[in-house]
């Protein structure tokens, strides 16, 4: 059987169809068509939803039940890894390297997928939501060699983590613990992970009933915060930072 899903309008700001209408199977998905500019993904974003396609596909929309989030609180690194941690020379950067981090995360193989959905045409859109200081990433480095990272997107005071990347065992977990301090520092209560997955609810991810997560996006995406860079406000910190935190070492 064909499916019937609600093709977008063309006009970037045209309303999304509501994410409780999205299909059972395949969980979450929503609409098809549109585009990637800045209005359309901004809005998407403020209604649970995001863009996840391969190569070749329409653009499709999606907003799955559950959700998978993370308390800013929740993220933990196990004992034998915070272990490991003090032997590593890693600092911790964000948004010096938005470009690096994102064709890292799109060239990293995935256990479940032969391809890439972080398409050209997703890291343009994410690139212009970076410039327009809407896109973050999360750097871990061992002097000039990046190591790990993850990228995402904020509205108000909610964080959507798009993807991320480990060049060296470890560099994803280090960047995911050090988003999580860097926002509880701020007062941010949860940010979004999508789809959940073994690895991340190890690291303390848990699903929510999207109805649940879609009101806790919208108080949060309601709430002013200055756009830009965090470059300024978070600076370089070493591995010491999150070894004394004591909600990721708990």
């Known amino acids: 059987m064909r499916l019937q899903l609600p093709w977008l309008s063309p006009d970037p700001?045209?309303?999304f169809p509501?994410?409780?209408?999205?299909?059972?199977?395949p969980d979450g998905?929503?609409?098809v068509g549109g585009d990637l500019s800045p209005v359309r993904l901004l809005n998407a974003y403020r209604q649970g939803i995001?863009?996840?396609?391969?190569?070749?596909?329409?653009?499709?929309?999606?907003?799955?039940?559950p959700r998978t989030v993370f308390r800013t609180d929740g993220v933990h690194l196990s004992r034998r890894f915070r272990q490991a941690m003090r032997q590593l020379d890693w600092t911790i950067a964000v948004d010096t390297a938005f470009d690096r981090v994102v064709m890292n995360c799109a060239n990293s193989p995935r256990a479940d997928s032969a391809g890439t959905w972080i398409t050209v045409e997703m890291q343009a859109a994410y690139q212009a939501l970076y410039w327009q200081g809407h896109a973050h990433a999360i750097e871990v480095w061992q002097g000039s060699l990046l190591v790990g990272g993850l990228y995402g997107v904020t509205v108000g005071r909610m964080f959507f983590a798009e993807s991320m990347f480990s060049a060296v065992s470890g560099g994803s977990k280090?960047?995911?613990?050090?988003?999580?301090?860097?926002?509880?520092?701020?007062?941010?209560p949860l940010f979004d992970a999508q789809v959940e997955s073994p690895h991340l609810l190890r690291m303390g991810a848990r699903t929510i009933p999207r109805e649940e997560f879609l009101a806790?996006?919208?108080?949060?995406?309601?709430?002013?915060?200055e756009t830009?860079?965090?470059?300024?406000?978070?600076?370089?910190?070493?591995?010491?930072?999150?070894?004394?935190?004591p909600v990721a070492n708990p």
């Open 216 to 225: 806790l996006a919208a108080a949060q995406t309601a709430l002013f915060v």
């Open 50 to 65: 995001f863009p996840w396609y391969s190569h070749g596909q329409p653009i499709l929309w999606w907003s799955p039940d």
């Open 228 to 245: 830009g860079p965090w470059t300024k406000a978070v600076g370089n910190r070493g591995l010491d930072w999150l070894l004394t935190d």
């Open 13 to 15: 700001a045209a309303p």
């Open 29 to 31: 998905l929503l609409a």
């Open 174 to 188: 280090v960047a995911l613990a050090a988003l999580a301090a860097i926002l509880r520092e701020w007062g941010w």
């Open 18 to 25: 509501d994410p409780r209408t999205a299909l059972r199977e």
